[in-house]
T-cell receptor, first 116, second 112 residues
Framework: AQKITQTQPGMFVQEKEAVTLDCTYDTSDQSYGLFWYKQPSSGEMIFLIYQGSYDEQNATEGRYSLNFQKARKSANLVISASQLGDSAMYFCAMREGLYTGNQFYFGTGTSLTVIP | DADVTQTPRNRITKTGKRIMLECSQTKGHDRMYWYRQDPGLGLRLIYYSFDVKDINKGEISDGYSVSRQAQAKFSLSLESAIPNQTALYFC???????????FGPGTRLTVL
């Protein structure tokens, strides 16, 4: 079974609109971390946001927020007020085992295109 | 200067050749990782290391080996490269306290 599932290979959003990128995960651990990374066409991996499994509030970082629904095992990324520079690949990732540094698992990514 | 560097940035080689990809970091992190990225498959973990004496296999370690020469250096070797090892390879580091992984710029490897 896939550890991280991103079901949207490609998404389009109008500039200044909000967009939600879906991510579901599979783990039996109680302690884990969830991450989102952005990969622009230049290829580098840019960290966006982190949510710990014990965090009760959804993580937010500027225009990024993580909609964490633990019972559903989902960790969707919400980008508000989309900008042209948001066009990129977005990867959801999970680290199992708090403080044990277990393996990281990445999803297959979602390609986001922001339309002017 | 970049915190995580990878050399070379691009490499073209032939089937059967031995290749070493190098990663250096100035972040002082204990943990280092090697991933490969293939179109449509995301990033997959090859090996990871928690400190100089600790090496662990990741999801797809077959055909690869690693060496942690120092806290700051983590090398990935392909003993006998094959075409399906053509991919973008990333090195990453992390700290126990800070869960975020910091990625290098990537090495694009082509095996002919």
């Amino acid at each position: 079974a896939q550890k991280i599932t991103q079901t949207q290979p490609g998404m389009f959003v109008q500039e200044k609109e909000a967009v939600t990128l879906d991510c579901t995960y599979d783990t039996s651990d109680q302690s884990y971390g969830l991450f989102w990374y952005k990969q622009p066409s230049s290829g580098e991996m840019i960290f966006l946001i982190y949510q710990g499994s014990y965090d009760e509030q959804n993580a937010t970082e500027g225009r990024y927020s993580l909609n964490f629904q633990k019972a559903r095992k989902s960790a969707n990324l919400v980008i508000s007020a989309s900008q042209l520079g948001d066009s990129a690949m977005y990867f959801c990732a999970m680290r199992e085992g708090l403080y044990t540094g277990n393996q990281f698992y990445f999803g297959t990514g979602t390609s986001l295109t922001v339309i002017p | 200067d970049a915190d995580v560097t990878q050399t070379p940035r691009n490499r073209i080689t032939k089937t059967g050749k031995r290749i070493m990809l190098e990663c250096s970091q100035t972040k002082g992190h204990d943990r280092m990782y090697w991933y490969r990225q293939d179109p449509g498959l995301g990033l997959r973990l090859i090996y990871y290391s928690f400190d100089v004496k600790d090496i662990n296999k990741g999801e797809i370690s077959d055909g690869y080996s690693v060496s942690r020469q120092a806290q700051a250096k983590f090398s990935l070797s392909l003993e006998s490269a094959i075409p399906n090892q053509t991919a973008l390879y990333f090195c990453a580091t992390s700290d126990l306290k800070d869960d975020e992984q910091f990625f290098g710029p990537g090495t694009r490897l082509t095996v002919l």
